[in-house]
């Protein structure tokens, strides 16, 4: 099983729809979650973290956790073309002077106006 | 805003011949990374780098790769002798904070990163 799992896309909604992005994932030494953004020959920037379960809202985005479940969830609001982008979902681990990112696959997403 | 830049955009190199990637983290930040992502696949770590010495690395990681802090601004991610897998964006990343910070330590920033392309 990988240790992240998320569906590649493409997802292709309309200007103004409500957007929903999702990963699961296996190893329960997952301390944060993240979701990052990434355009076309970029780098990953990074969208929301959180650290435990529940949902934490920044404007248009909001991020939820659900750990017994293993799954994360990020929902785009009123989704713009300019959201076109691919998203991707990181889990940290993280120890004294040891970090890594685990990224899924991350799902293309296409706005339309 | 501080960002992390990475030197060149794009590479292009012959298999066999050495190749040095270079990065300029944030400036107050204490973690050190390289991750790369092969075209049309996932982001995938390489190493970190904390106090002068690699903490972590992956299986890709191996004998052909090494990493290099020559001094207080630049990372340096080398790969001795290219392989055509070896093609690929490389990214590089940095991480603030106190080791007892945790807060902060979740806040990577990314390079633009640089293409290789081994021919």
């Known amino acids: 099983q990988k240790e992240v799992e998320q569906d590649p896309g493409p997802l292709s909604v309309p200007e103004g729809a409500i957007v929903s992005l999702n990963c699961t994932y296996s190893n329960s030494a997952f301390q944060y979650f993240m979701w990052y953004r990434q355009y076309s020959r970029k780098g990953p920037e990074l969208l929301m973290y959180t650290y435990s379960s529940g949902n934490k809202e920044d404007g248009r985005f909001t991020a939820q956790v659900d750990k017994s479940s293993k799954y994360i969830s990020l929902f785009i609001r009123d989704s713009q073309p300019s959201d076109s982008a691919t998203y991707l979902c990181?889990?940290?681990?993280?120890?004294?002077?040891?970090?890594?990112?685990?990224f899924g696959t991350g799902t293309r997403l296409l706005v339309s106006p | 805003e501080p960002e992390v830049t990475q030197t060149p955009s794009h590479q292009v190199t012959q298999m066999g011949q050495e190749v040095i990637l270079r990065c300029v983290p944030i400036s107050n930040h204490l973690y050190f990374y390289w991750y790369r992502q092969i075209l049309g696949q996932k982001v995938e770590f390489l190493v970190s780098f904390y106090n002068n010495e690699i903490s972590e690395k992956s299986e890709i990681f191996d004998d052909q790769f090494s990493v290099e802090r020559p001094d207080g601004s630049n990372f340096t991610l080398k790969i001795r002798s290219t392989k055509l897998e070896d093609s690929a964006m490389y990214f590089c990343a940095s991480s603030g904070g106190d080791v007892g910070y945790r807060e902060a330590n979740y806040g990577y920033t990314f390079g633009s990163g640089t293409r290789l392309t081994v021919v």
């Open positions: 990181a889990m940290l681990v993280w120890n004294t002077g040891f970090q890594k990112l685990v």
